[in-house]
């Protein structure tokens, strides 16, 4: 084995000694978690599982999670890419200051527009439903897409839309049957940031929802029992919370990548 090789095995076994942590306890009772340190379980058991799949309060957190999810990504993806679009081929007055504007509600915390989405969404009886989470991400999400597409789009000539519109294209057909096929790598990396941040967000996610539509991340947050903390059960939830992410992960690693190499993620 080569010595420059070594450095990168460390830093990989660093990154996944959490996730082995993770998983590891999932199959371990919280006796044994909190009895002292052992690389494997001493006792393989899959209660912790069991609760998920049967009691309604947990596999439905994972539920309620996806559908605000998806539906947050379709709009999020579906609103940024005709901005993109005109900020990459036009320019208009203040479009510098637009685009700018939009990257400043990205970098807001989500704590400063936890309670104003409370009040409207409880005034508009919208409270605790999927479409109110996914409305609420959408403020970081569409601008976080409309950068990174119109990156993307920078890099397809000019030339190629003036072809397209000699040769008889409307522009509806020609965004769908050229453009976007151009650019299907960028909607990847879009679409797989807006999933990330709206399968991980908490605070909006857990302050917007009650019972109906309540995400994993928070029904984690209640495995307090007059036992203590059920670390195994919380392991568990931990370890399928982790399989969304990876699946996605898999289907645009490649254009995760060639993101990377364009400098926009």
Not at 89 to 105: A, H, I, V
Not at 115 to 139: K, R
Not at 147 to 172: C, H, N, Q, R
Request: with cysteine; aromatic share 18%.
């Amino acid at each position: 084995m080569q010595k420059r090789s070594i450095i990168p095995i460390l830093y990989i076994i660093f990154l996944m000694l959490p996730i082995y942590w993770l998983v590891a306890m999932s199959f371990k009772t919280t006796q044994e978690i909190l009895g002292g340190f052992s690389l494997f379980p001493q006792k393989w058991t899959l209660a912790s599982y069991r609760t998920i799949f049967t009691d309604p309060t947990w596999y439905w957190g994972y539920i309620n999670s996806i559908i605000y999810v998806t539906i947050n990504t379709v709009i999020s993806v579906t609103v940024a890419l005709p901005a993109a679009y005109a900020f990459s081929r036009y320019r208009f007055l203040g479009d510098k200051q637009l685009f700018f504007w939009l990257l400043t509600n990205r970098m807001a915390p989500a704590a400063v527009f936890a309670l104003p989405f409370f009040q409207l969404y409880s005034a508009m009886e919208l409270f605790d439903t999927h479409i109110a989470v996914a409305l609420a991400h959408c403020l970081f999400n569409i601008p976080l897409a409309v950068w990174i597409l119109e990156g993307f789009m920078g890099g397809v000539p000019k030339e190629l839309d003036e072809t397209a519109f000699v040769d008889g294209y409307s522009f509806p057909r020609f965004f769908t049957q050229i453009f976007l096929p151009t650019i299907k790598a960028g909607v990847g990396v879009a679409a797989f940031f807006c999933f990330m941040f709206s399968w991980v967000e908490l605070l909006l996610a857990k302050t917007l929802t009650a019972v109906y539509a309540k995400p994993i991340a928070a029904t984690m947050t209640r495995t307090a029992s007059s036992a203590g903390y059920e670390l195994g059960l919380l392991a568990a939830a931990g370890t399928l919370t982790i399989i969304p992410g990876a699946i996605v992960i898999w289907f645009v690693r490649n254009y995760i990548a060639k993101g990377f190499a364009l400098g926009r993620v």
